[in-house]
């Protein structure tokens, strides 16, 4: 997995427009998803059958089309980071948030509305430097 993601990172070092990144896709990683492929189809005939292990490996050869679909659309990223890091204040603020109706939940609101103003201050003084 490292190689693969060393593949888009060589892309975006050299900033590689789409195009060029479908490229260097194109020539680098299906070697690489070969010896996976043929490392999880090994391991699945070396385990027992109902182990945790050949689940695994049979979740992800049913897949498998799948998770090589970013060789044909560049725009798609390997990782989801992007996508977690963004829904994860909602998660912390849904833990958060989860005490404001409770009487003891006064520092909870103080606390939130710091929290709120604190970041729109931020916001706003970063907006403001050039």
């Excluded at 492929?37 to 059958?49: G, K």
């Excluded at 945790?52 to 798609?76: G, M, N, V």
């Amino acid at each position: 997995m490292d190689k693969l993601f060393s593949i888009d990172a060589r892309a975006r070092e050299e900033k590689m427009d789409h195009a060029a990144r479908h490229t260097l896709r194109q020539e680098k990683a299906p070697s690489v998803l070969n010896e996976i492929r043929e490392h999880i189809q090994t391991t699945r005939q070396t385990v027992l059958p109902g182990s945790k292990a050949a689940q695994a490996c049979k979740y992800t050869l049913t897949l498998w089309e799948k998770l090589i679909r970013f060789l044909d659309h560049p725009r798609l990223e390997l990782s989801n980071n992007l996508a977690e890091n963004s829904m994860r204040p909602v998660a912390l603020g849904r833990s958060n948030w989860i005490h404001i109706g409770r009487p003891a939940g006064r520092t909870t609101r103080r606390r939130a509305h710091a929290h709120c103003m604190g970041r729109k201050h931020t916001r706003l003084k970063t907006a403001l430097i050039p």
